[in-house]
């Protein structure tokens, strides 16, 4: 079955500081990969996706994600935090269903919180 | 582009009554939407996916009596949840995909059950 380990519940960082969000996957084939952040009062946001390809993936905000099948990975990666980014951030495997639609199975996410 | 909004955004009922969810693609036709459910401090877990014009597929142990989901045009899907008790009480989450674009959503409805 299909799931996704985000194993810290919690991260904090001090601005101007980089972070990594961890991210373990679990699926038969070659999966396809997102991150999401959420804030309060709005909807999911995607970051980033991993379909194919080349498996360092750059996203919006200045974040990127390497997809390391060997360790079934997906770890989300910024060189400087920012206090805006103080969000919750969830990872995510899209399990294909029909011609080119996908269902998407969550981990539980992981809350950053940022230092000044 | 691709707004995905939902109406409402909070919505407070009495036990035994029932709610329905909006959730609509402002600007773009959703070929297929998606009902998520979040509990505090969860993740999201996927209710149901619906395309327009044909009946939802609900994943395991989703009560389809319980959950309805409507999907009646292009742009516009809805949940309603009948007869309500205080363990629906959750947040609710749509997605809409369109044509090779992946998947965008709304903002959320927070429902309380007393």
């Known amino acids: 079955a299909q799931s996704v380990t985000q194993p810290d519940i919690h991260i904090t960082v001090s601005e101007g500081a980089s972070l990594e969000l961890r991210c373990n996957y679990s699926?038969?084939?070659?999966?396809?990969l997102f991150w999401y952040v959420q804030s309060p009062g709005q909807g999911l946001q995607l970051l980033l996706k991993?379909?194919?390809?080349?498996?360092l993936v750059q996203g919006i905000k200045g974040f990127e994600a390497e997809f390391k099948r060997s360790q079934s990975s997906f770890n989300l990666r910024k060189p400087s935090v920012h206090w805006s980014d103080a969000a919750e951030y969830f990872c995510?495997?899209?399990?294909?269903?029909?011609?080119?639609?996908?269902?998407?199975?969550f981990g539980s996410g992981t809350r950053l919180l940022v230092r000044p | 582009g691709a707004v995905v909004s939902q109406h409402p955004s909070w919505v407070i009922c009495k036990s035994g009554t029932s709610v329905k969810i909006e959730c609509r693609s402002l600007?773009?036709?959703?070929?297929?939407m998606f009902w998520y459910r979040q509990f505090p401090k969860q993740s999201l877990m996927l209710m149901a996916t619906?395309?327009?014009?044909?009946?939802?597929?609900?994943e395991q142990g989703v009560e389809k009596d319980k959950f309805l989901i409507n999907h009646a045009s292009l742009t516009l899907s809805t949940l309603t949840v009948t007869s309500a008790h205080p363990e629906d009480s959750s947040f609710y989450i749509c997605?809409?995909?369109?044509?090779?674009?992946?998947?965008?959503f709304g903002p959320g409805t927070r429902l309380t059950v007393l």
């Open positions: 997605s809409a995909e369109g044509q090779a674009n992946g998947q965008f």
């Open positions: 699926y038969g084939a070659t999966p396809y």
């Open positions: 991993y379909f194919s390809g080349d498996t």
């Open positions: 619906s395309n327009e014009g044909s009946k939802a597929t609900y």
């Open positions: 600007d773009f036709q959703a070929t297929t």
């Open positions: 995510a495997v899209g399990a294909p269903i029909g011609d080119s639609s996908y269902k998407l199975i």
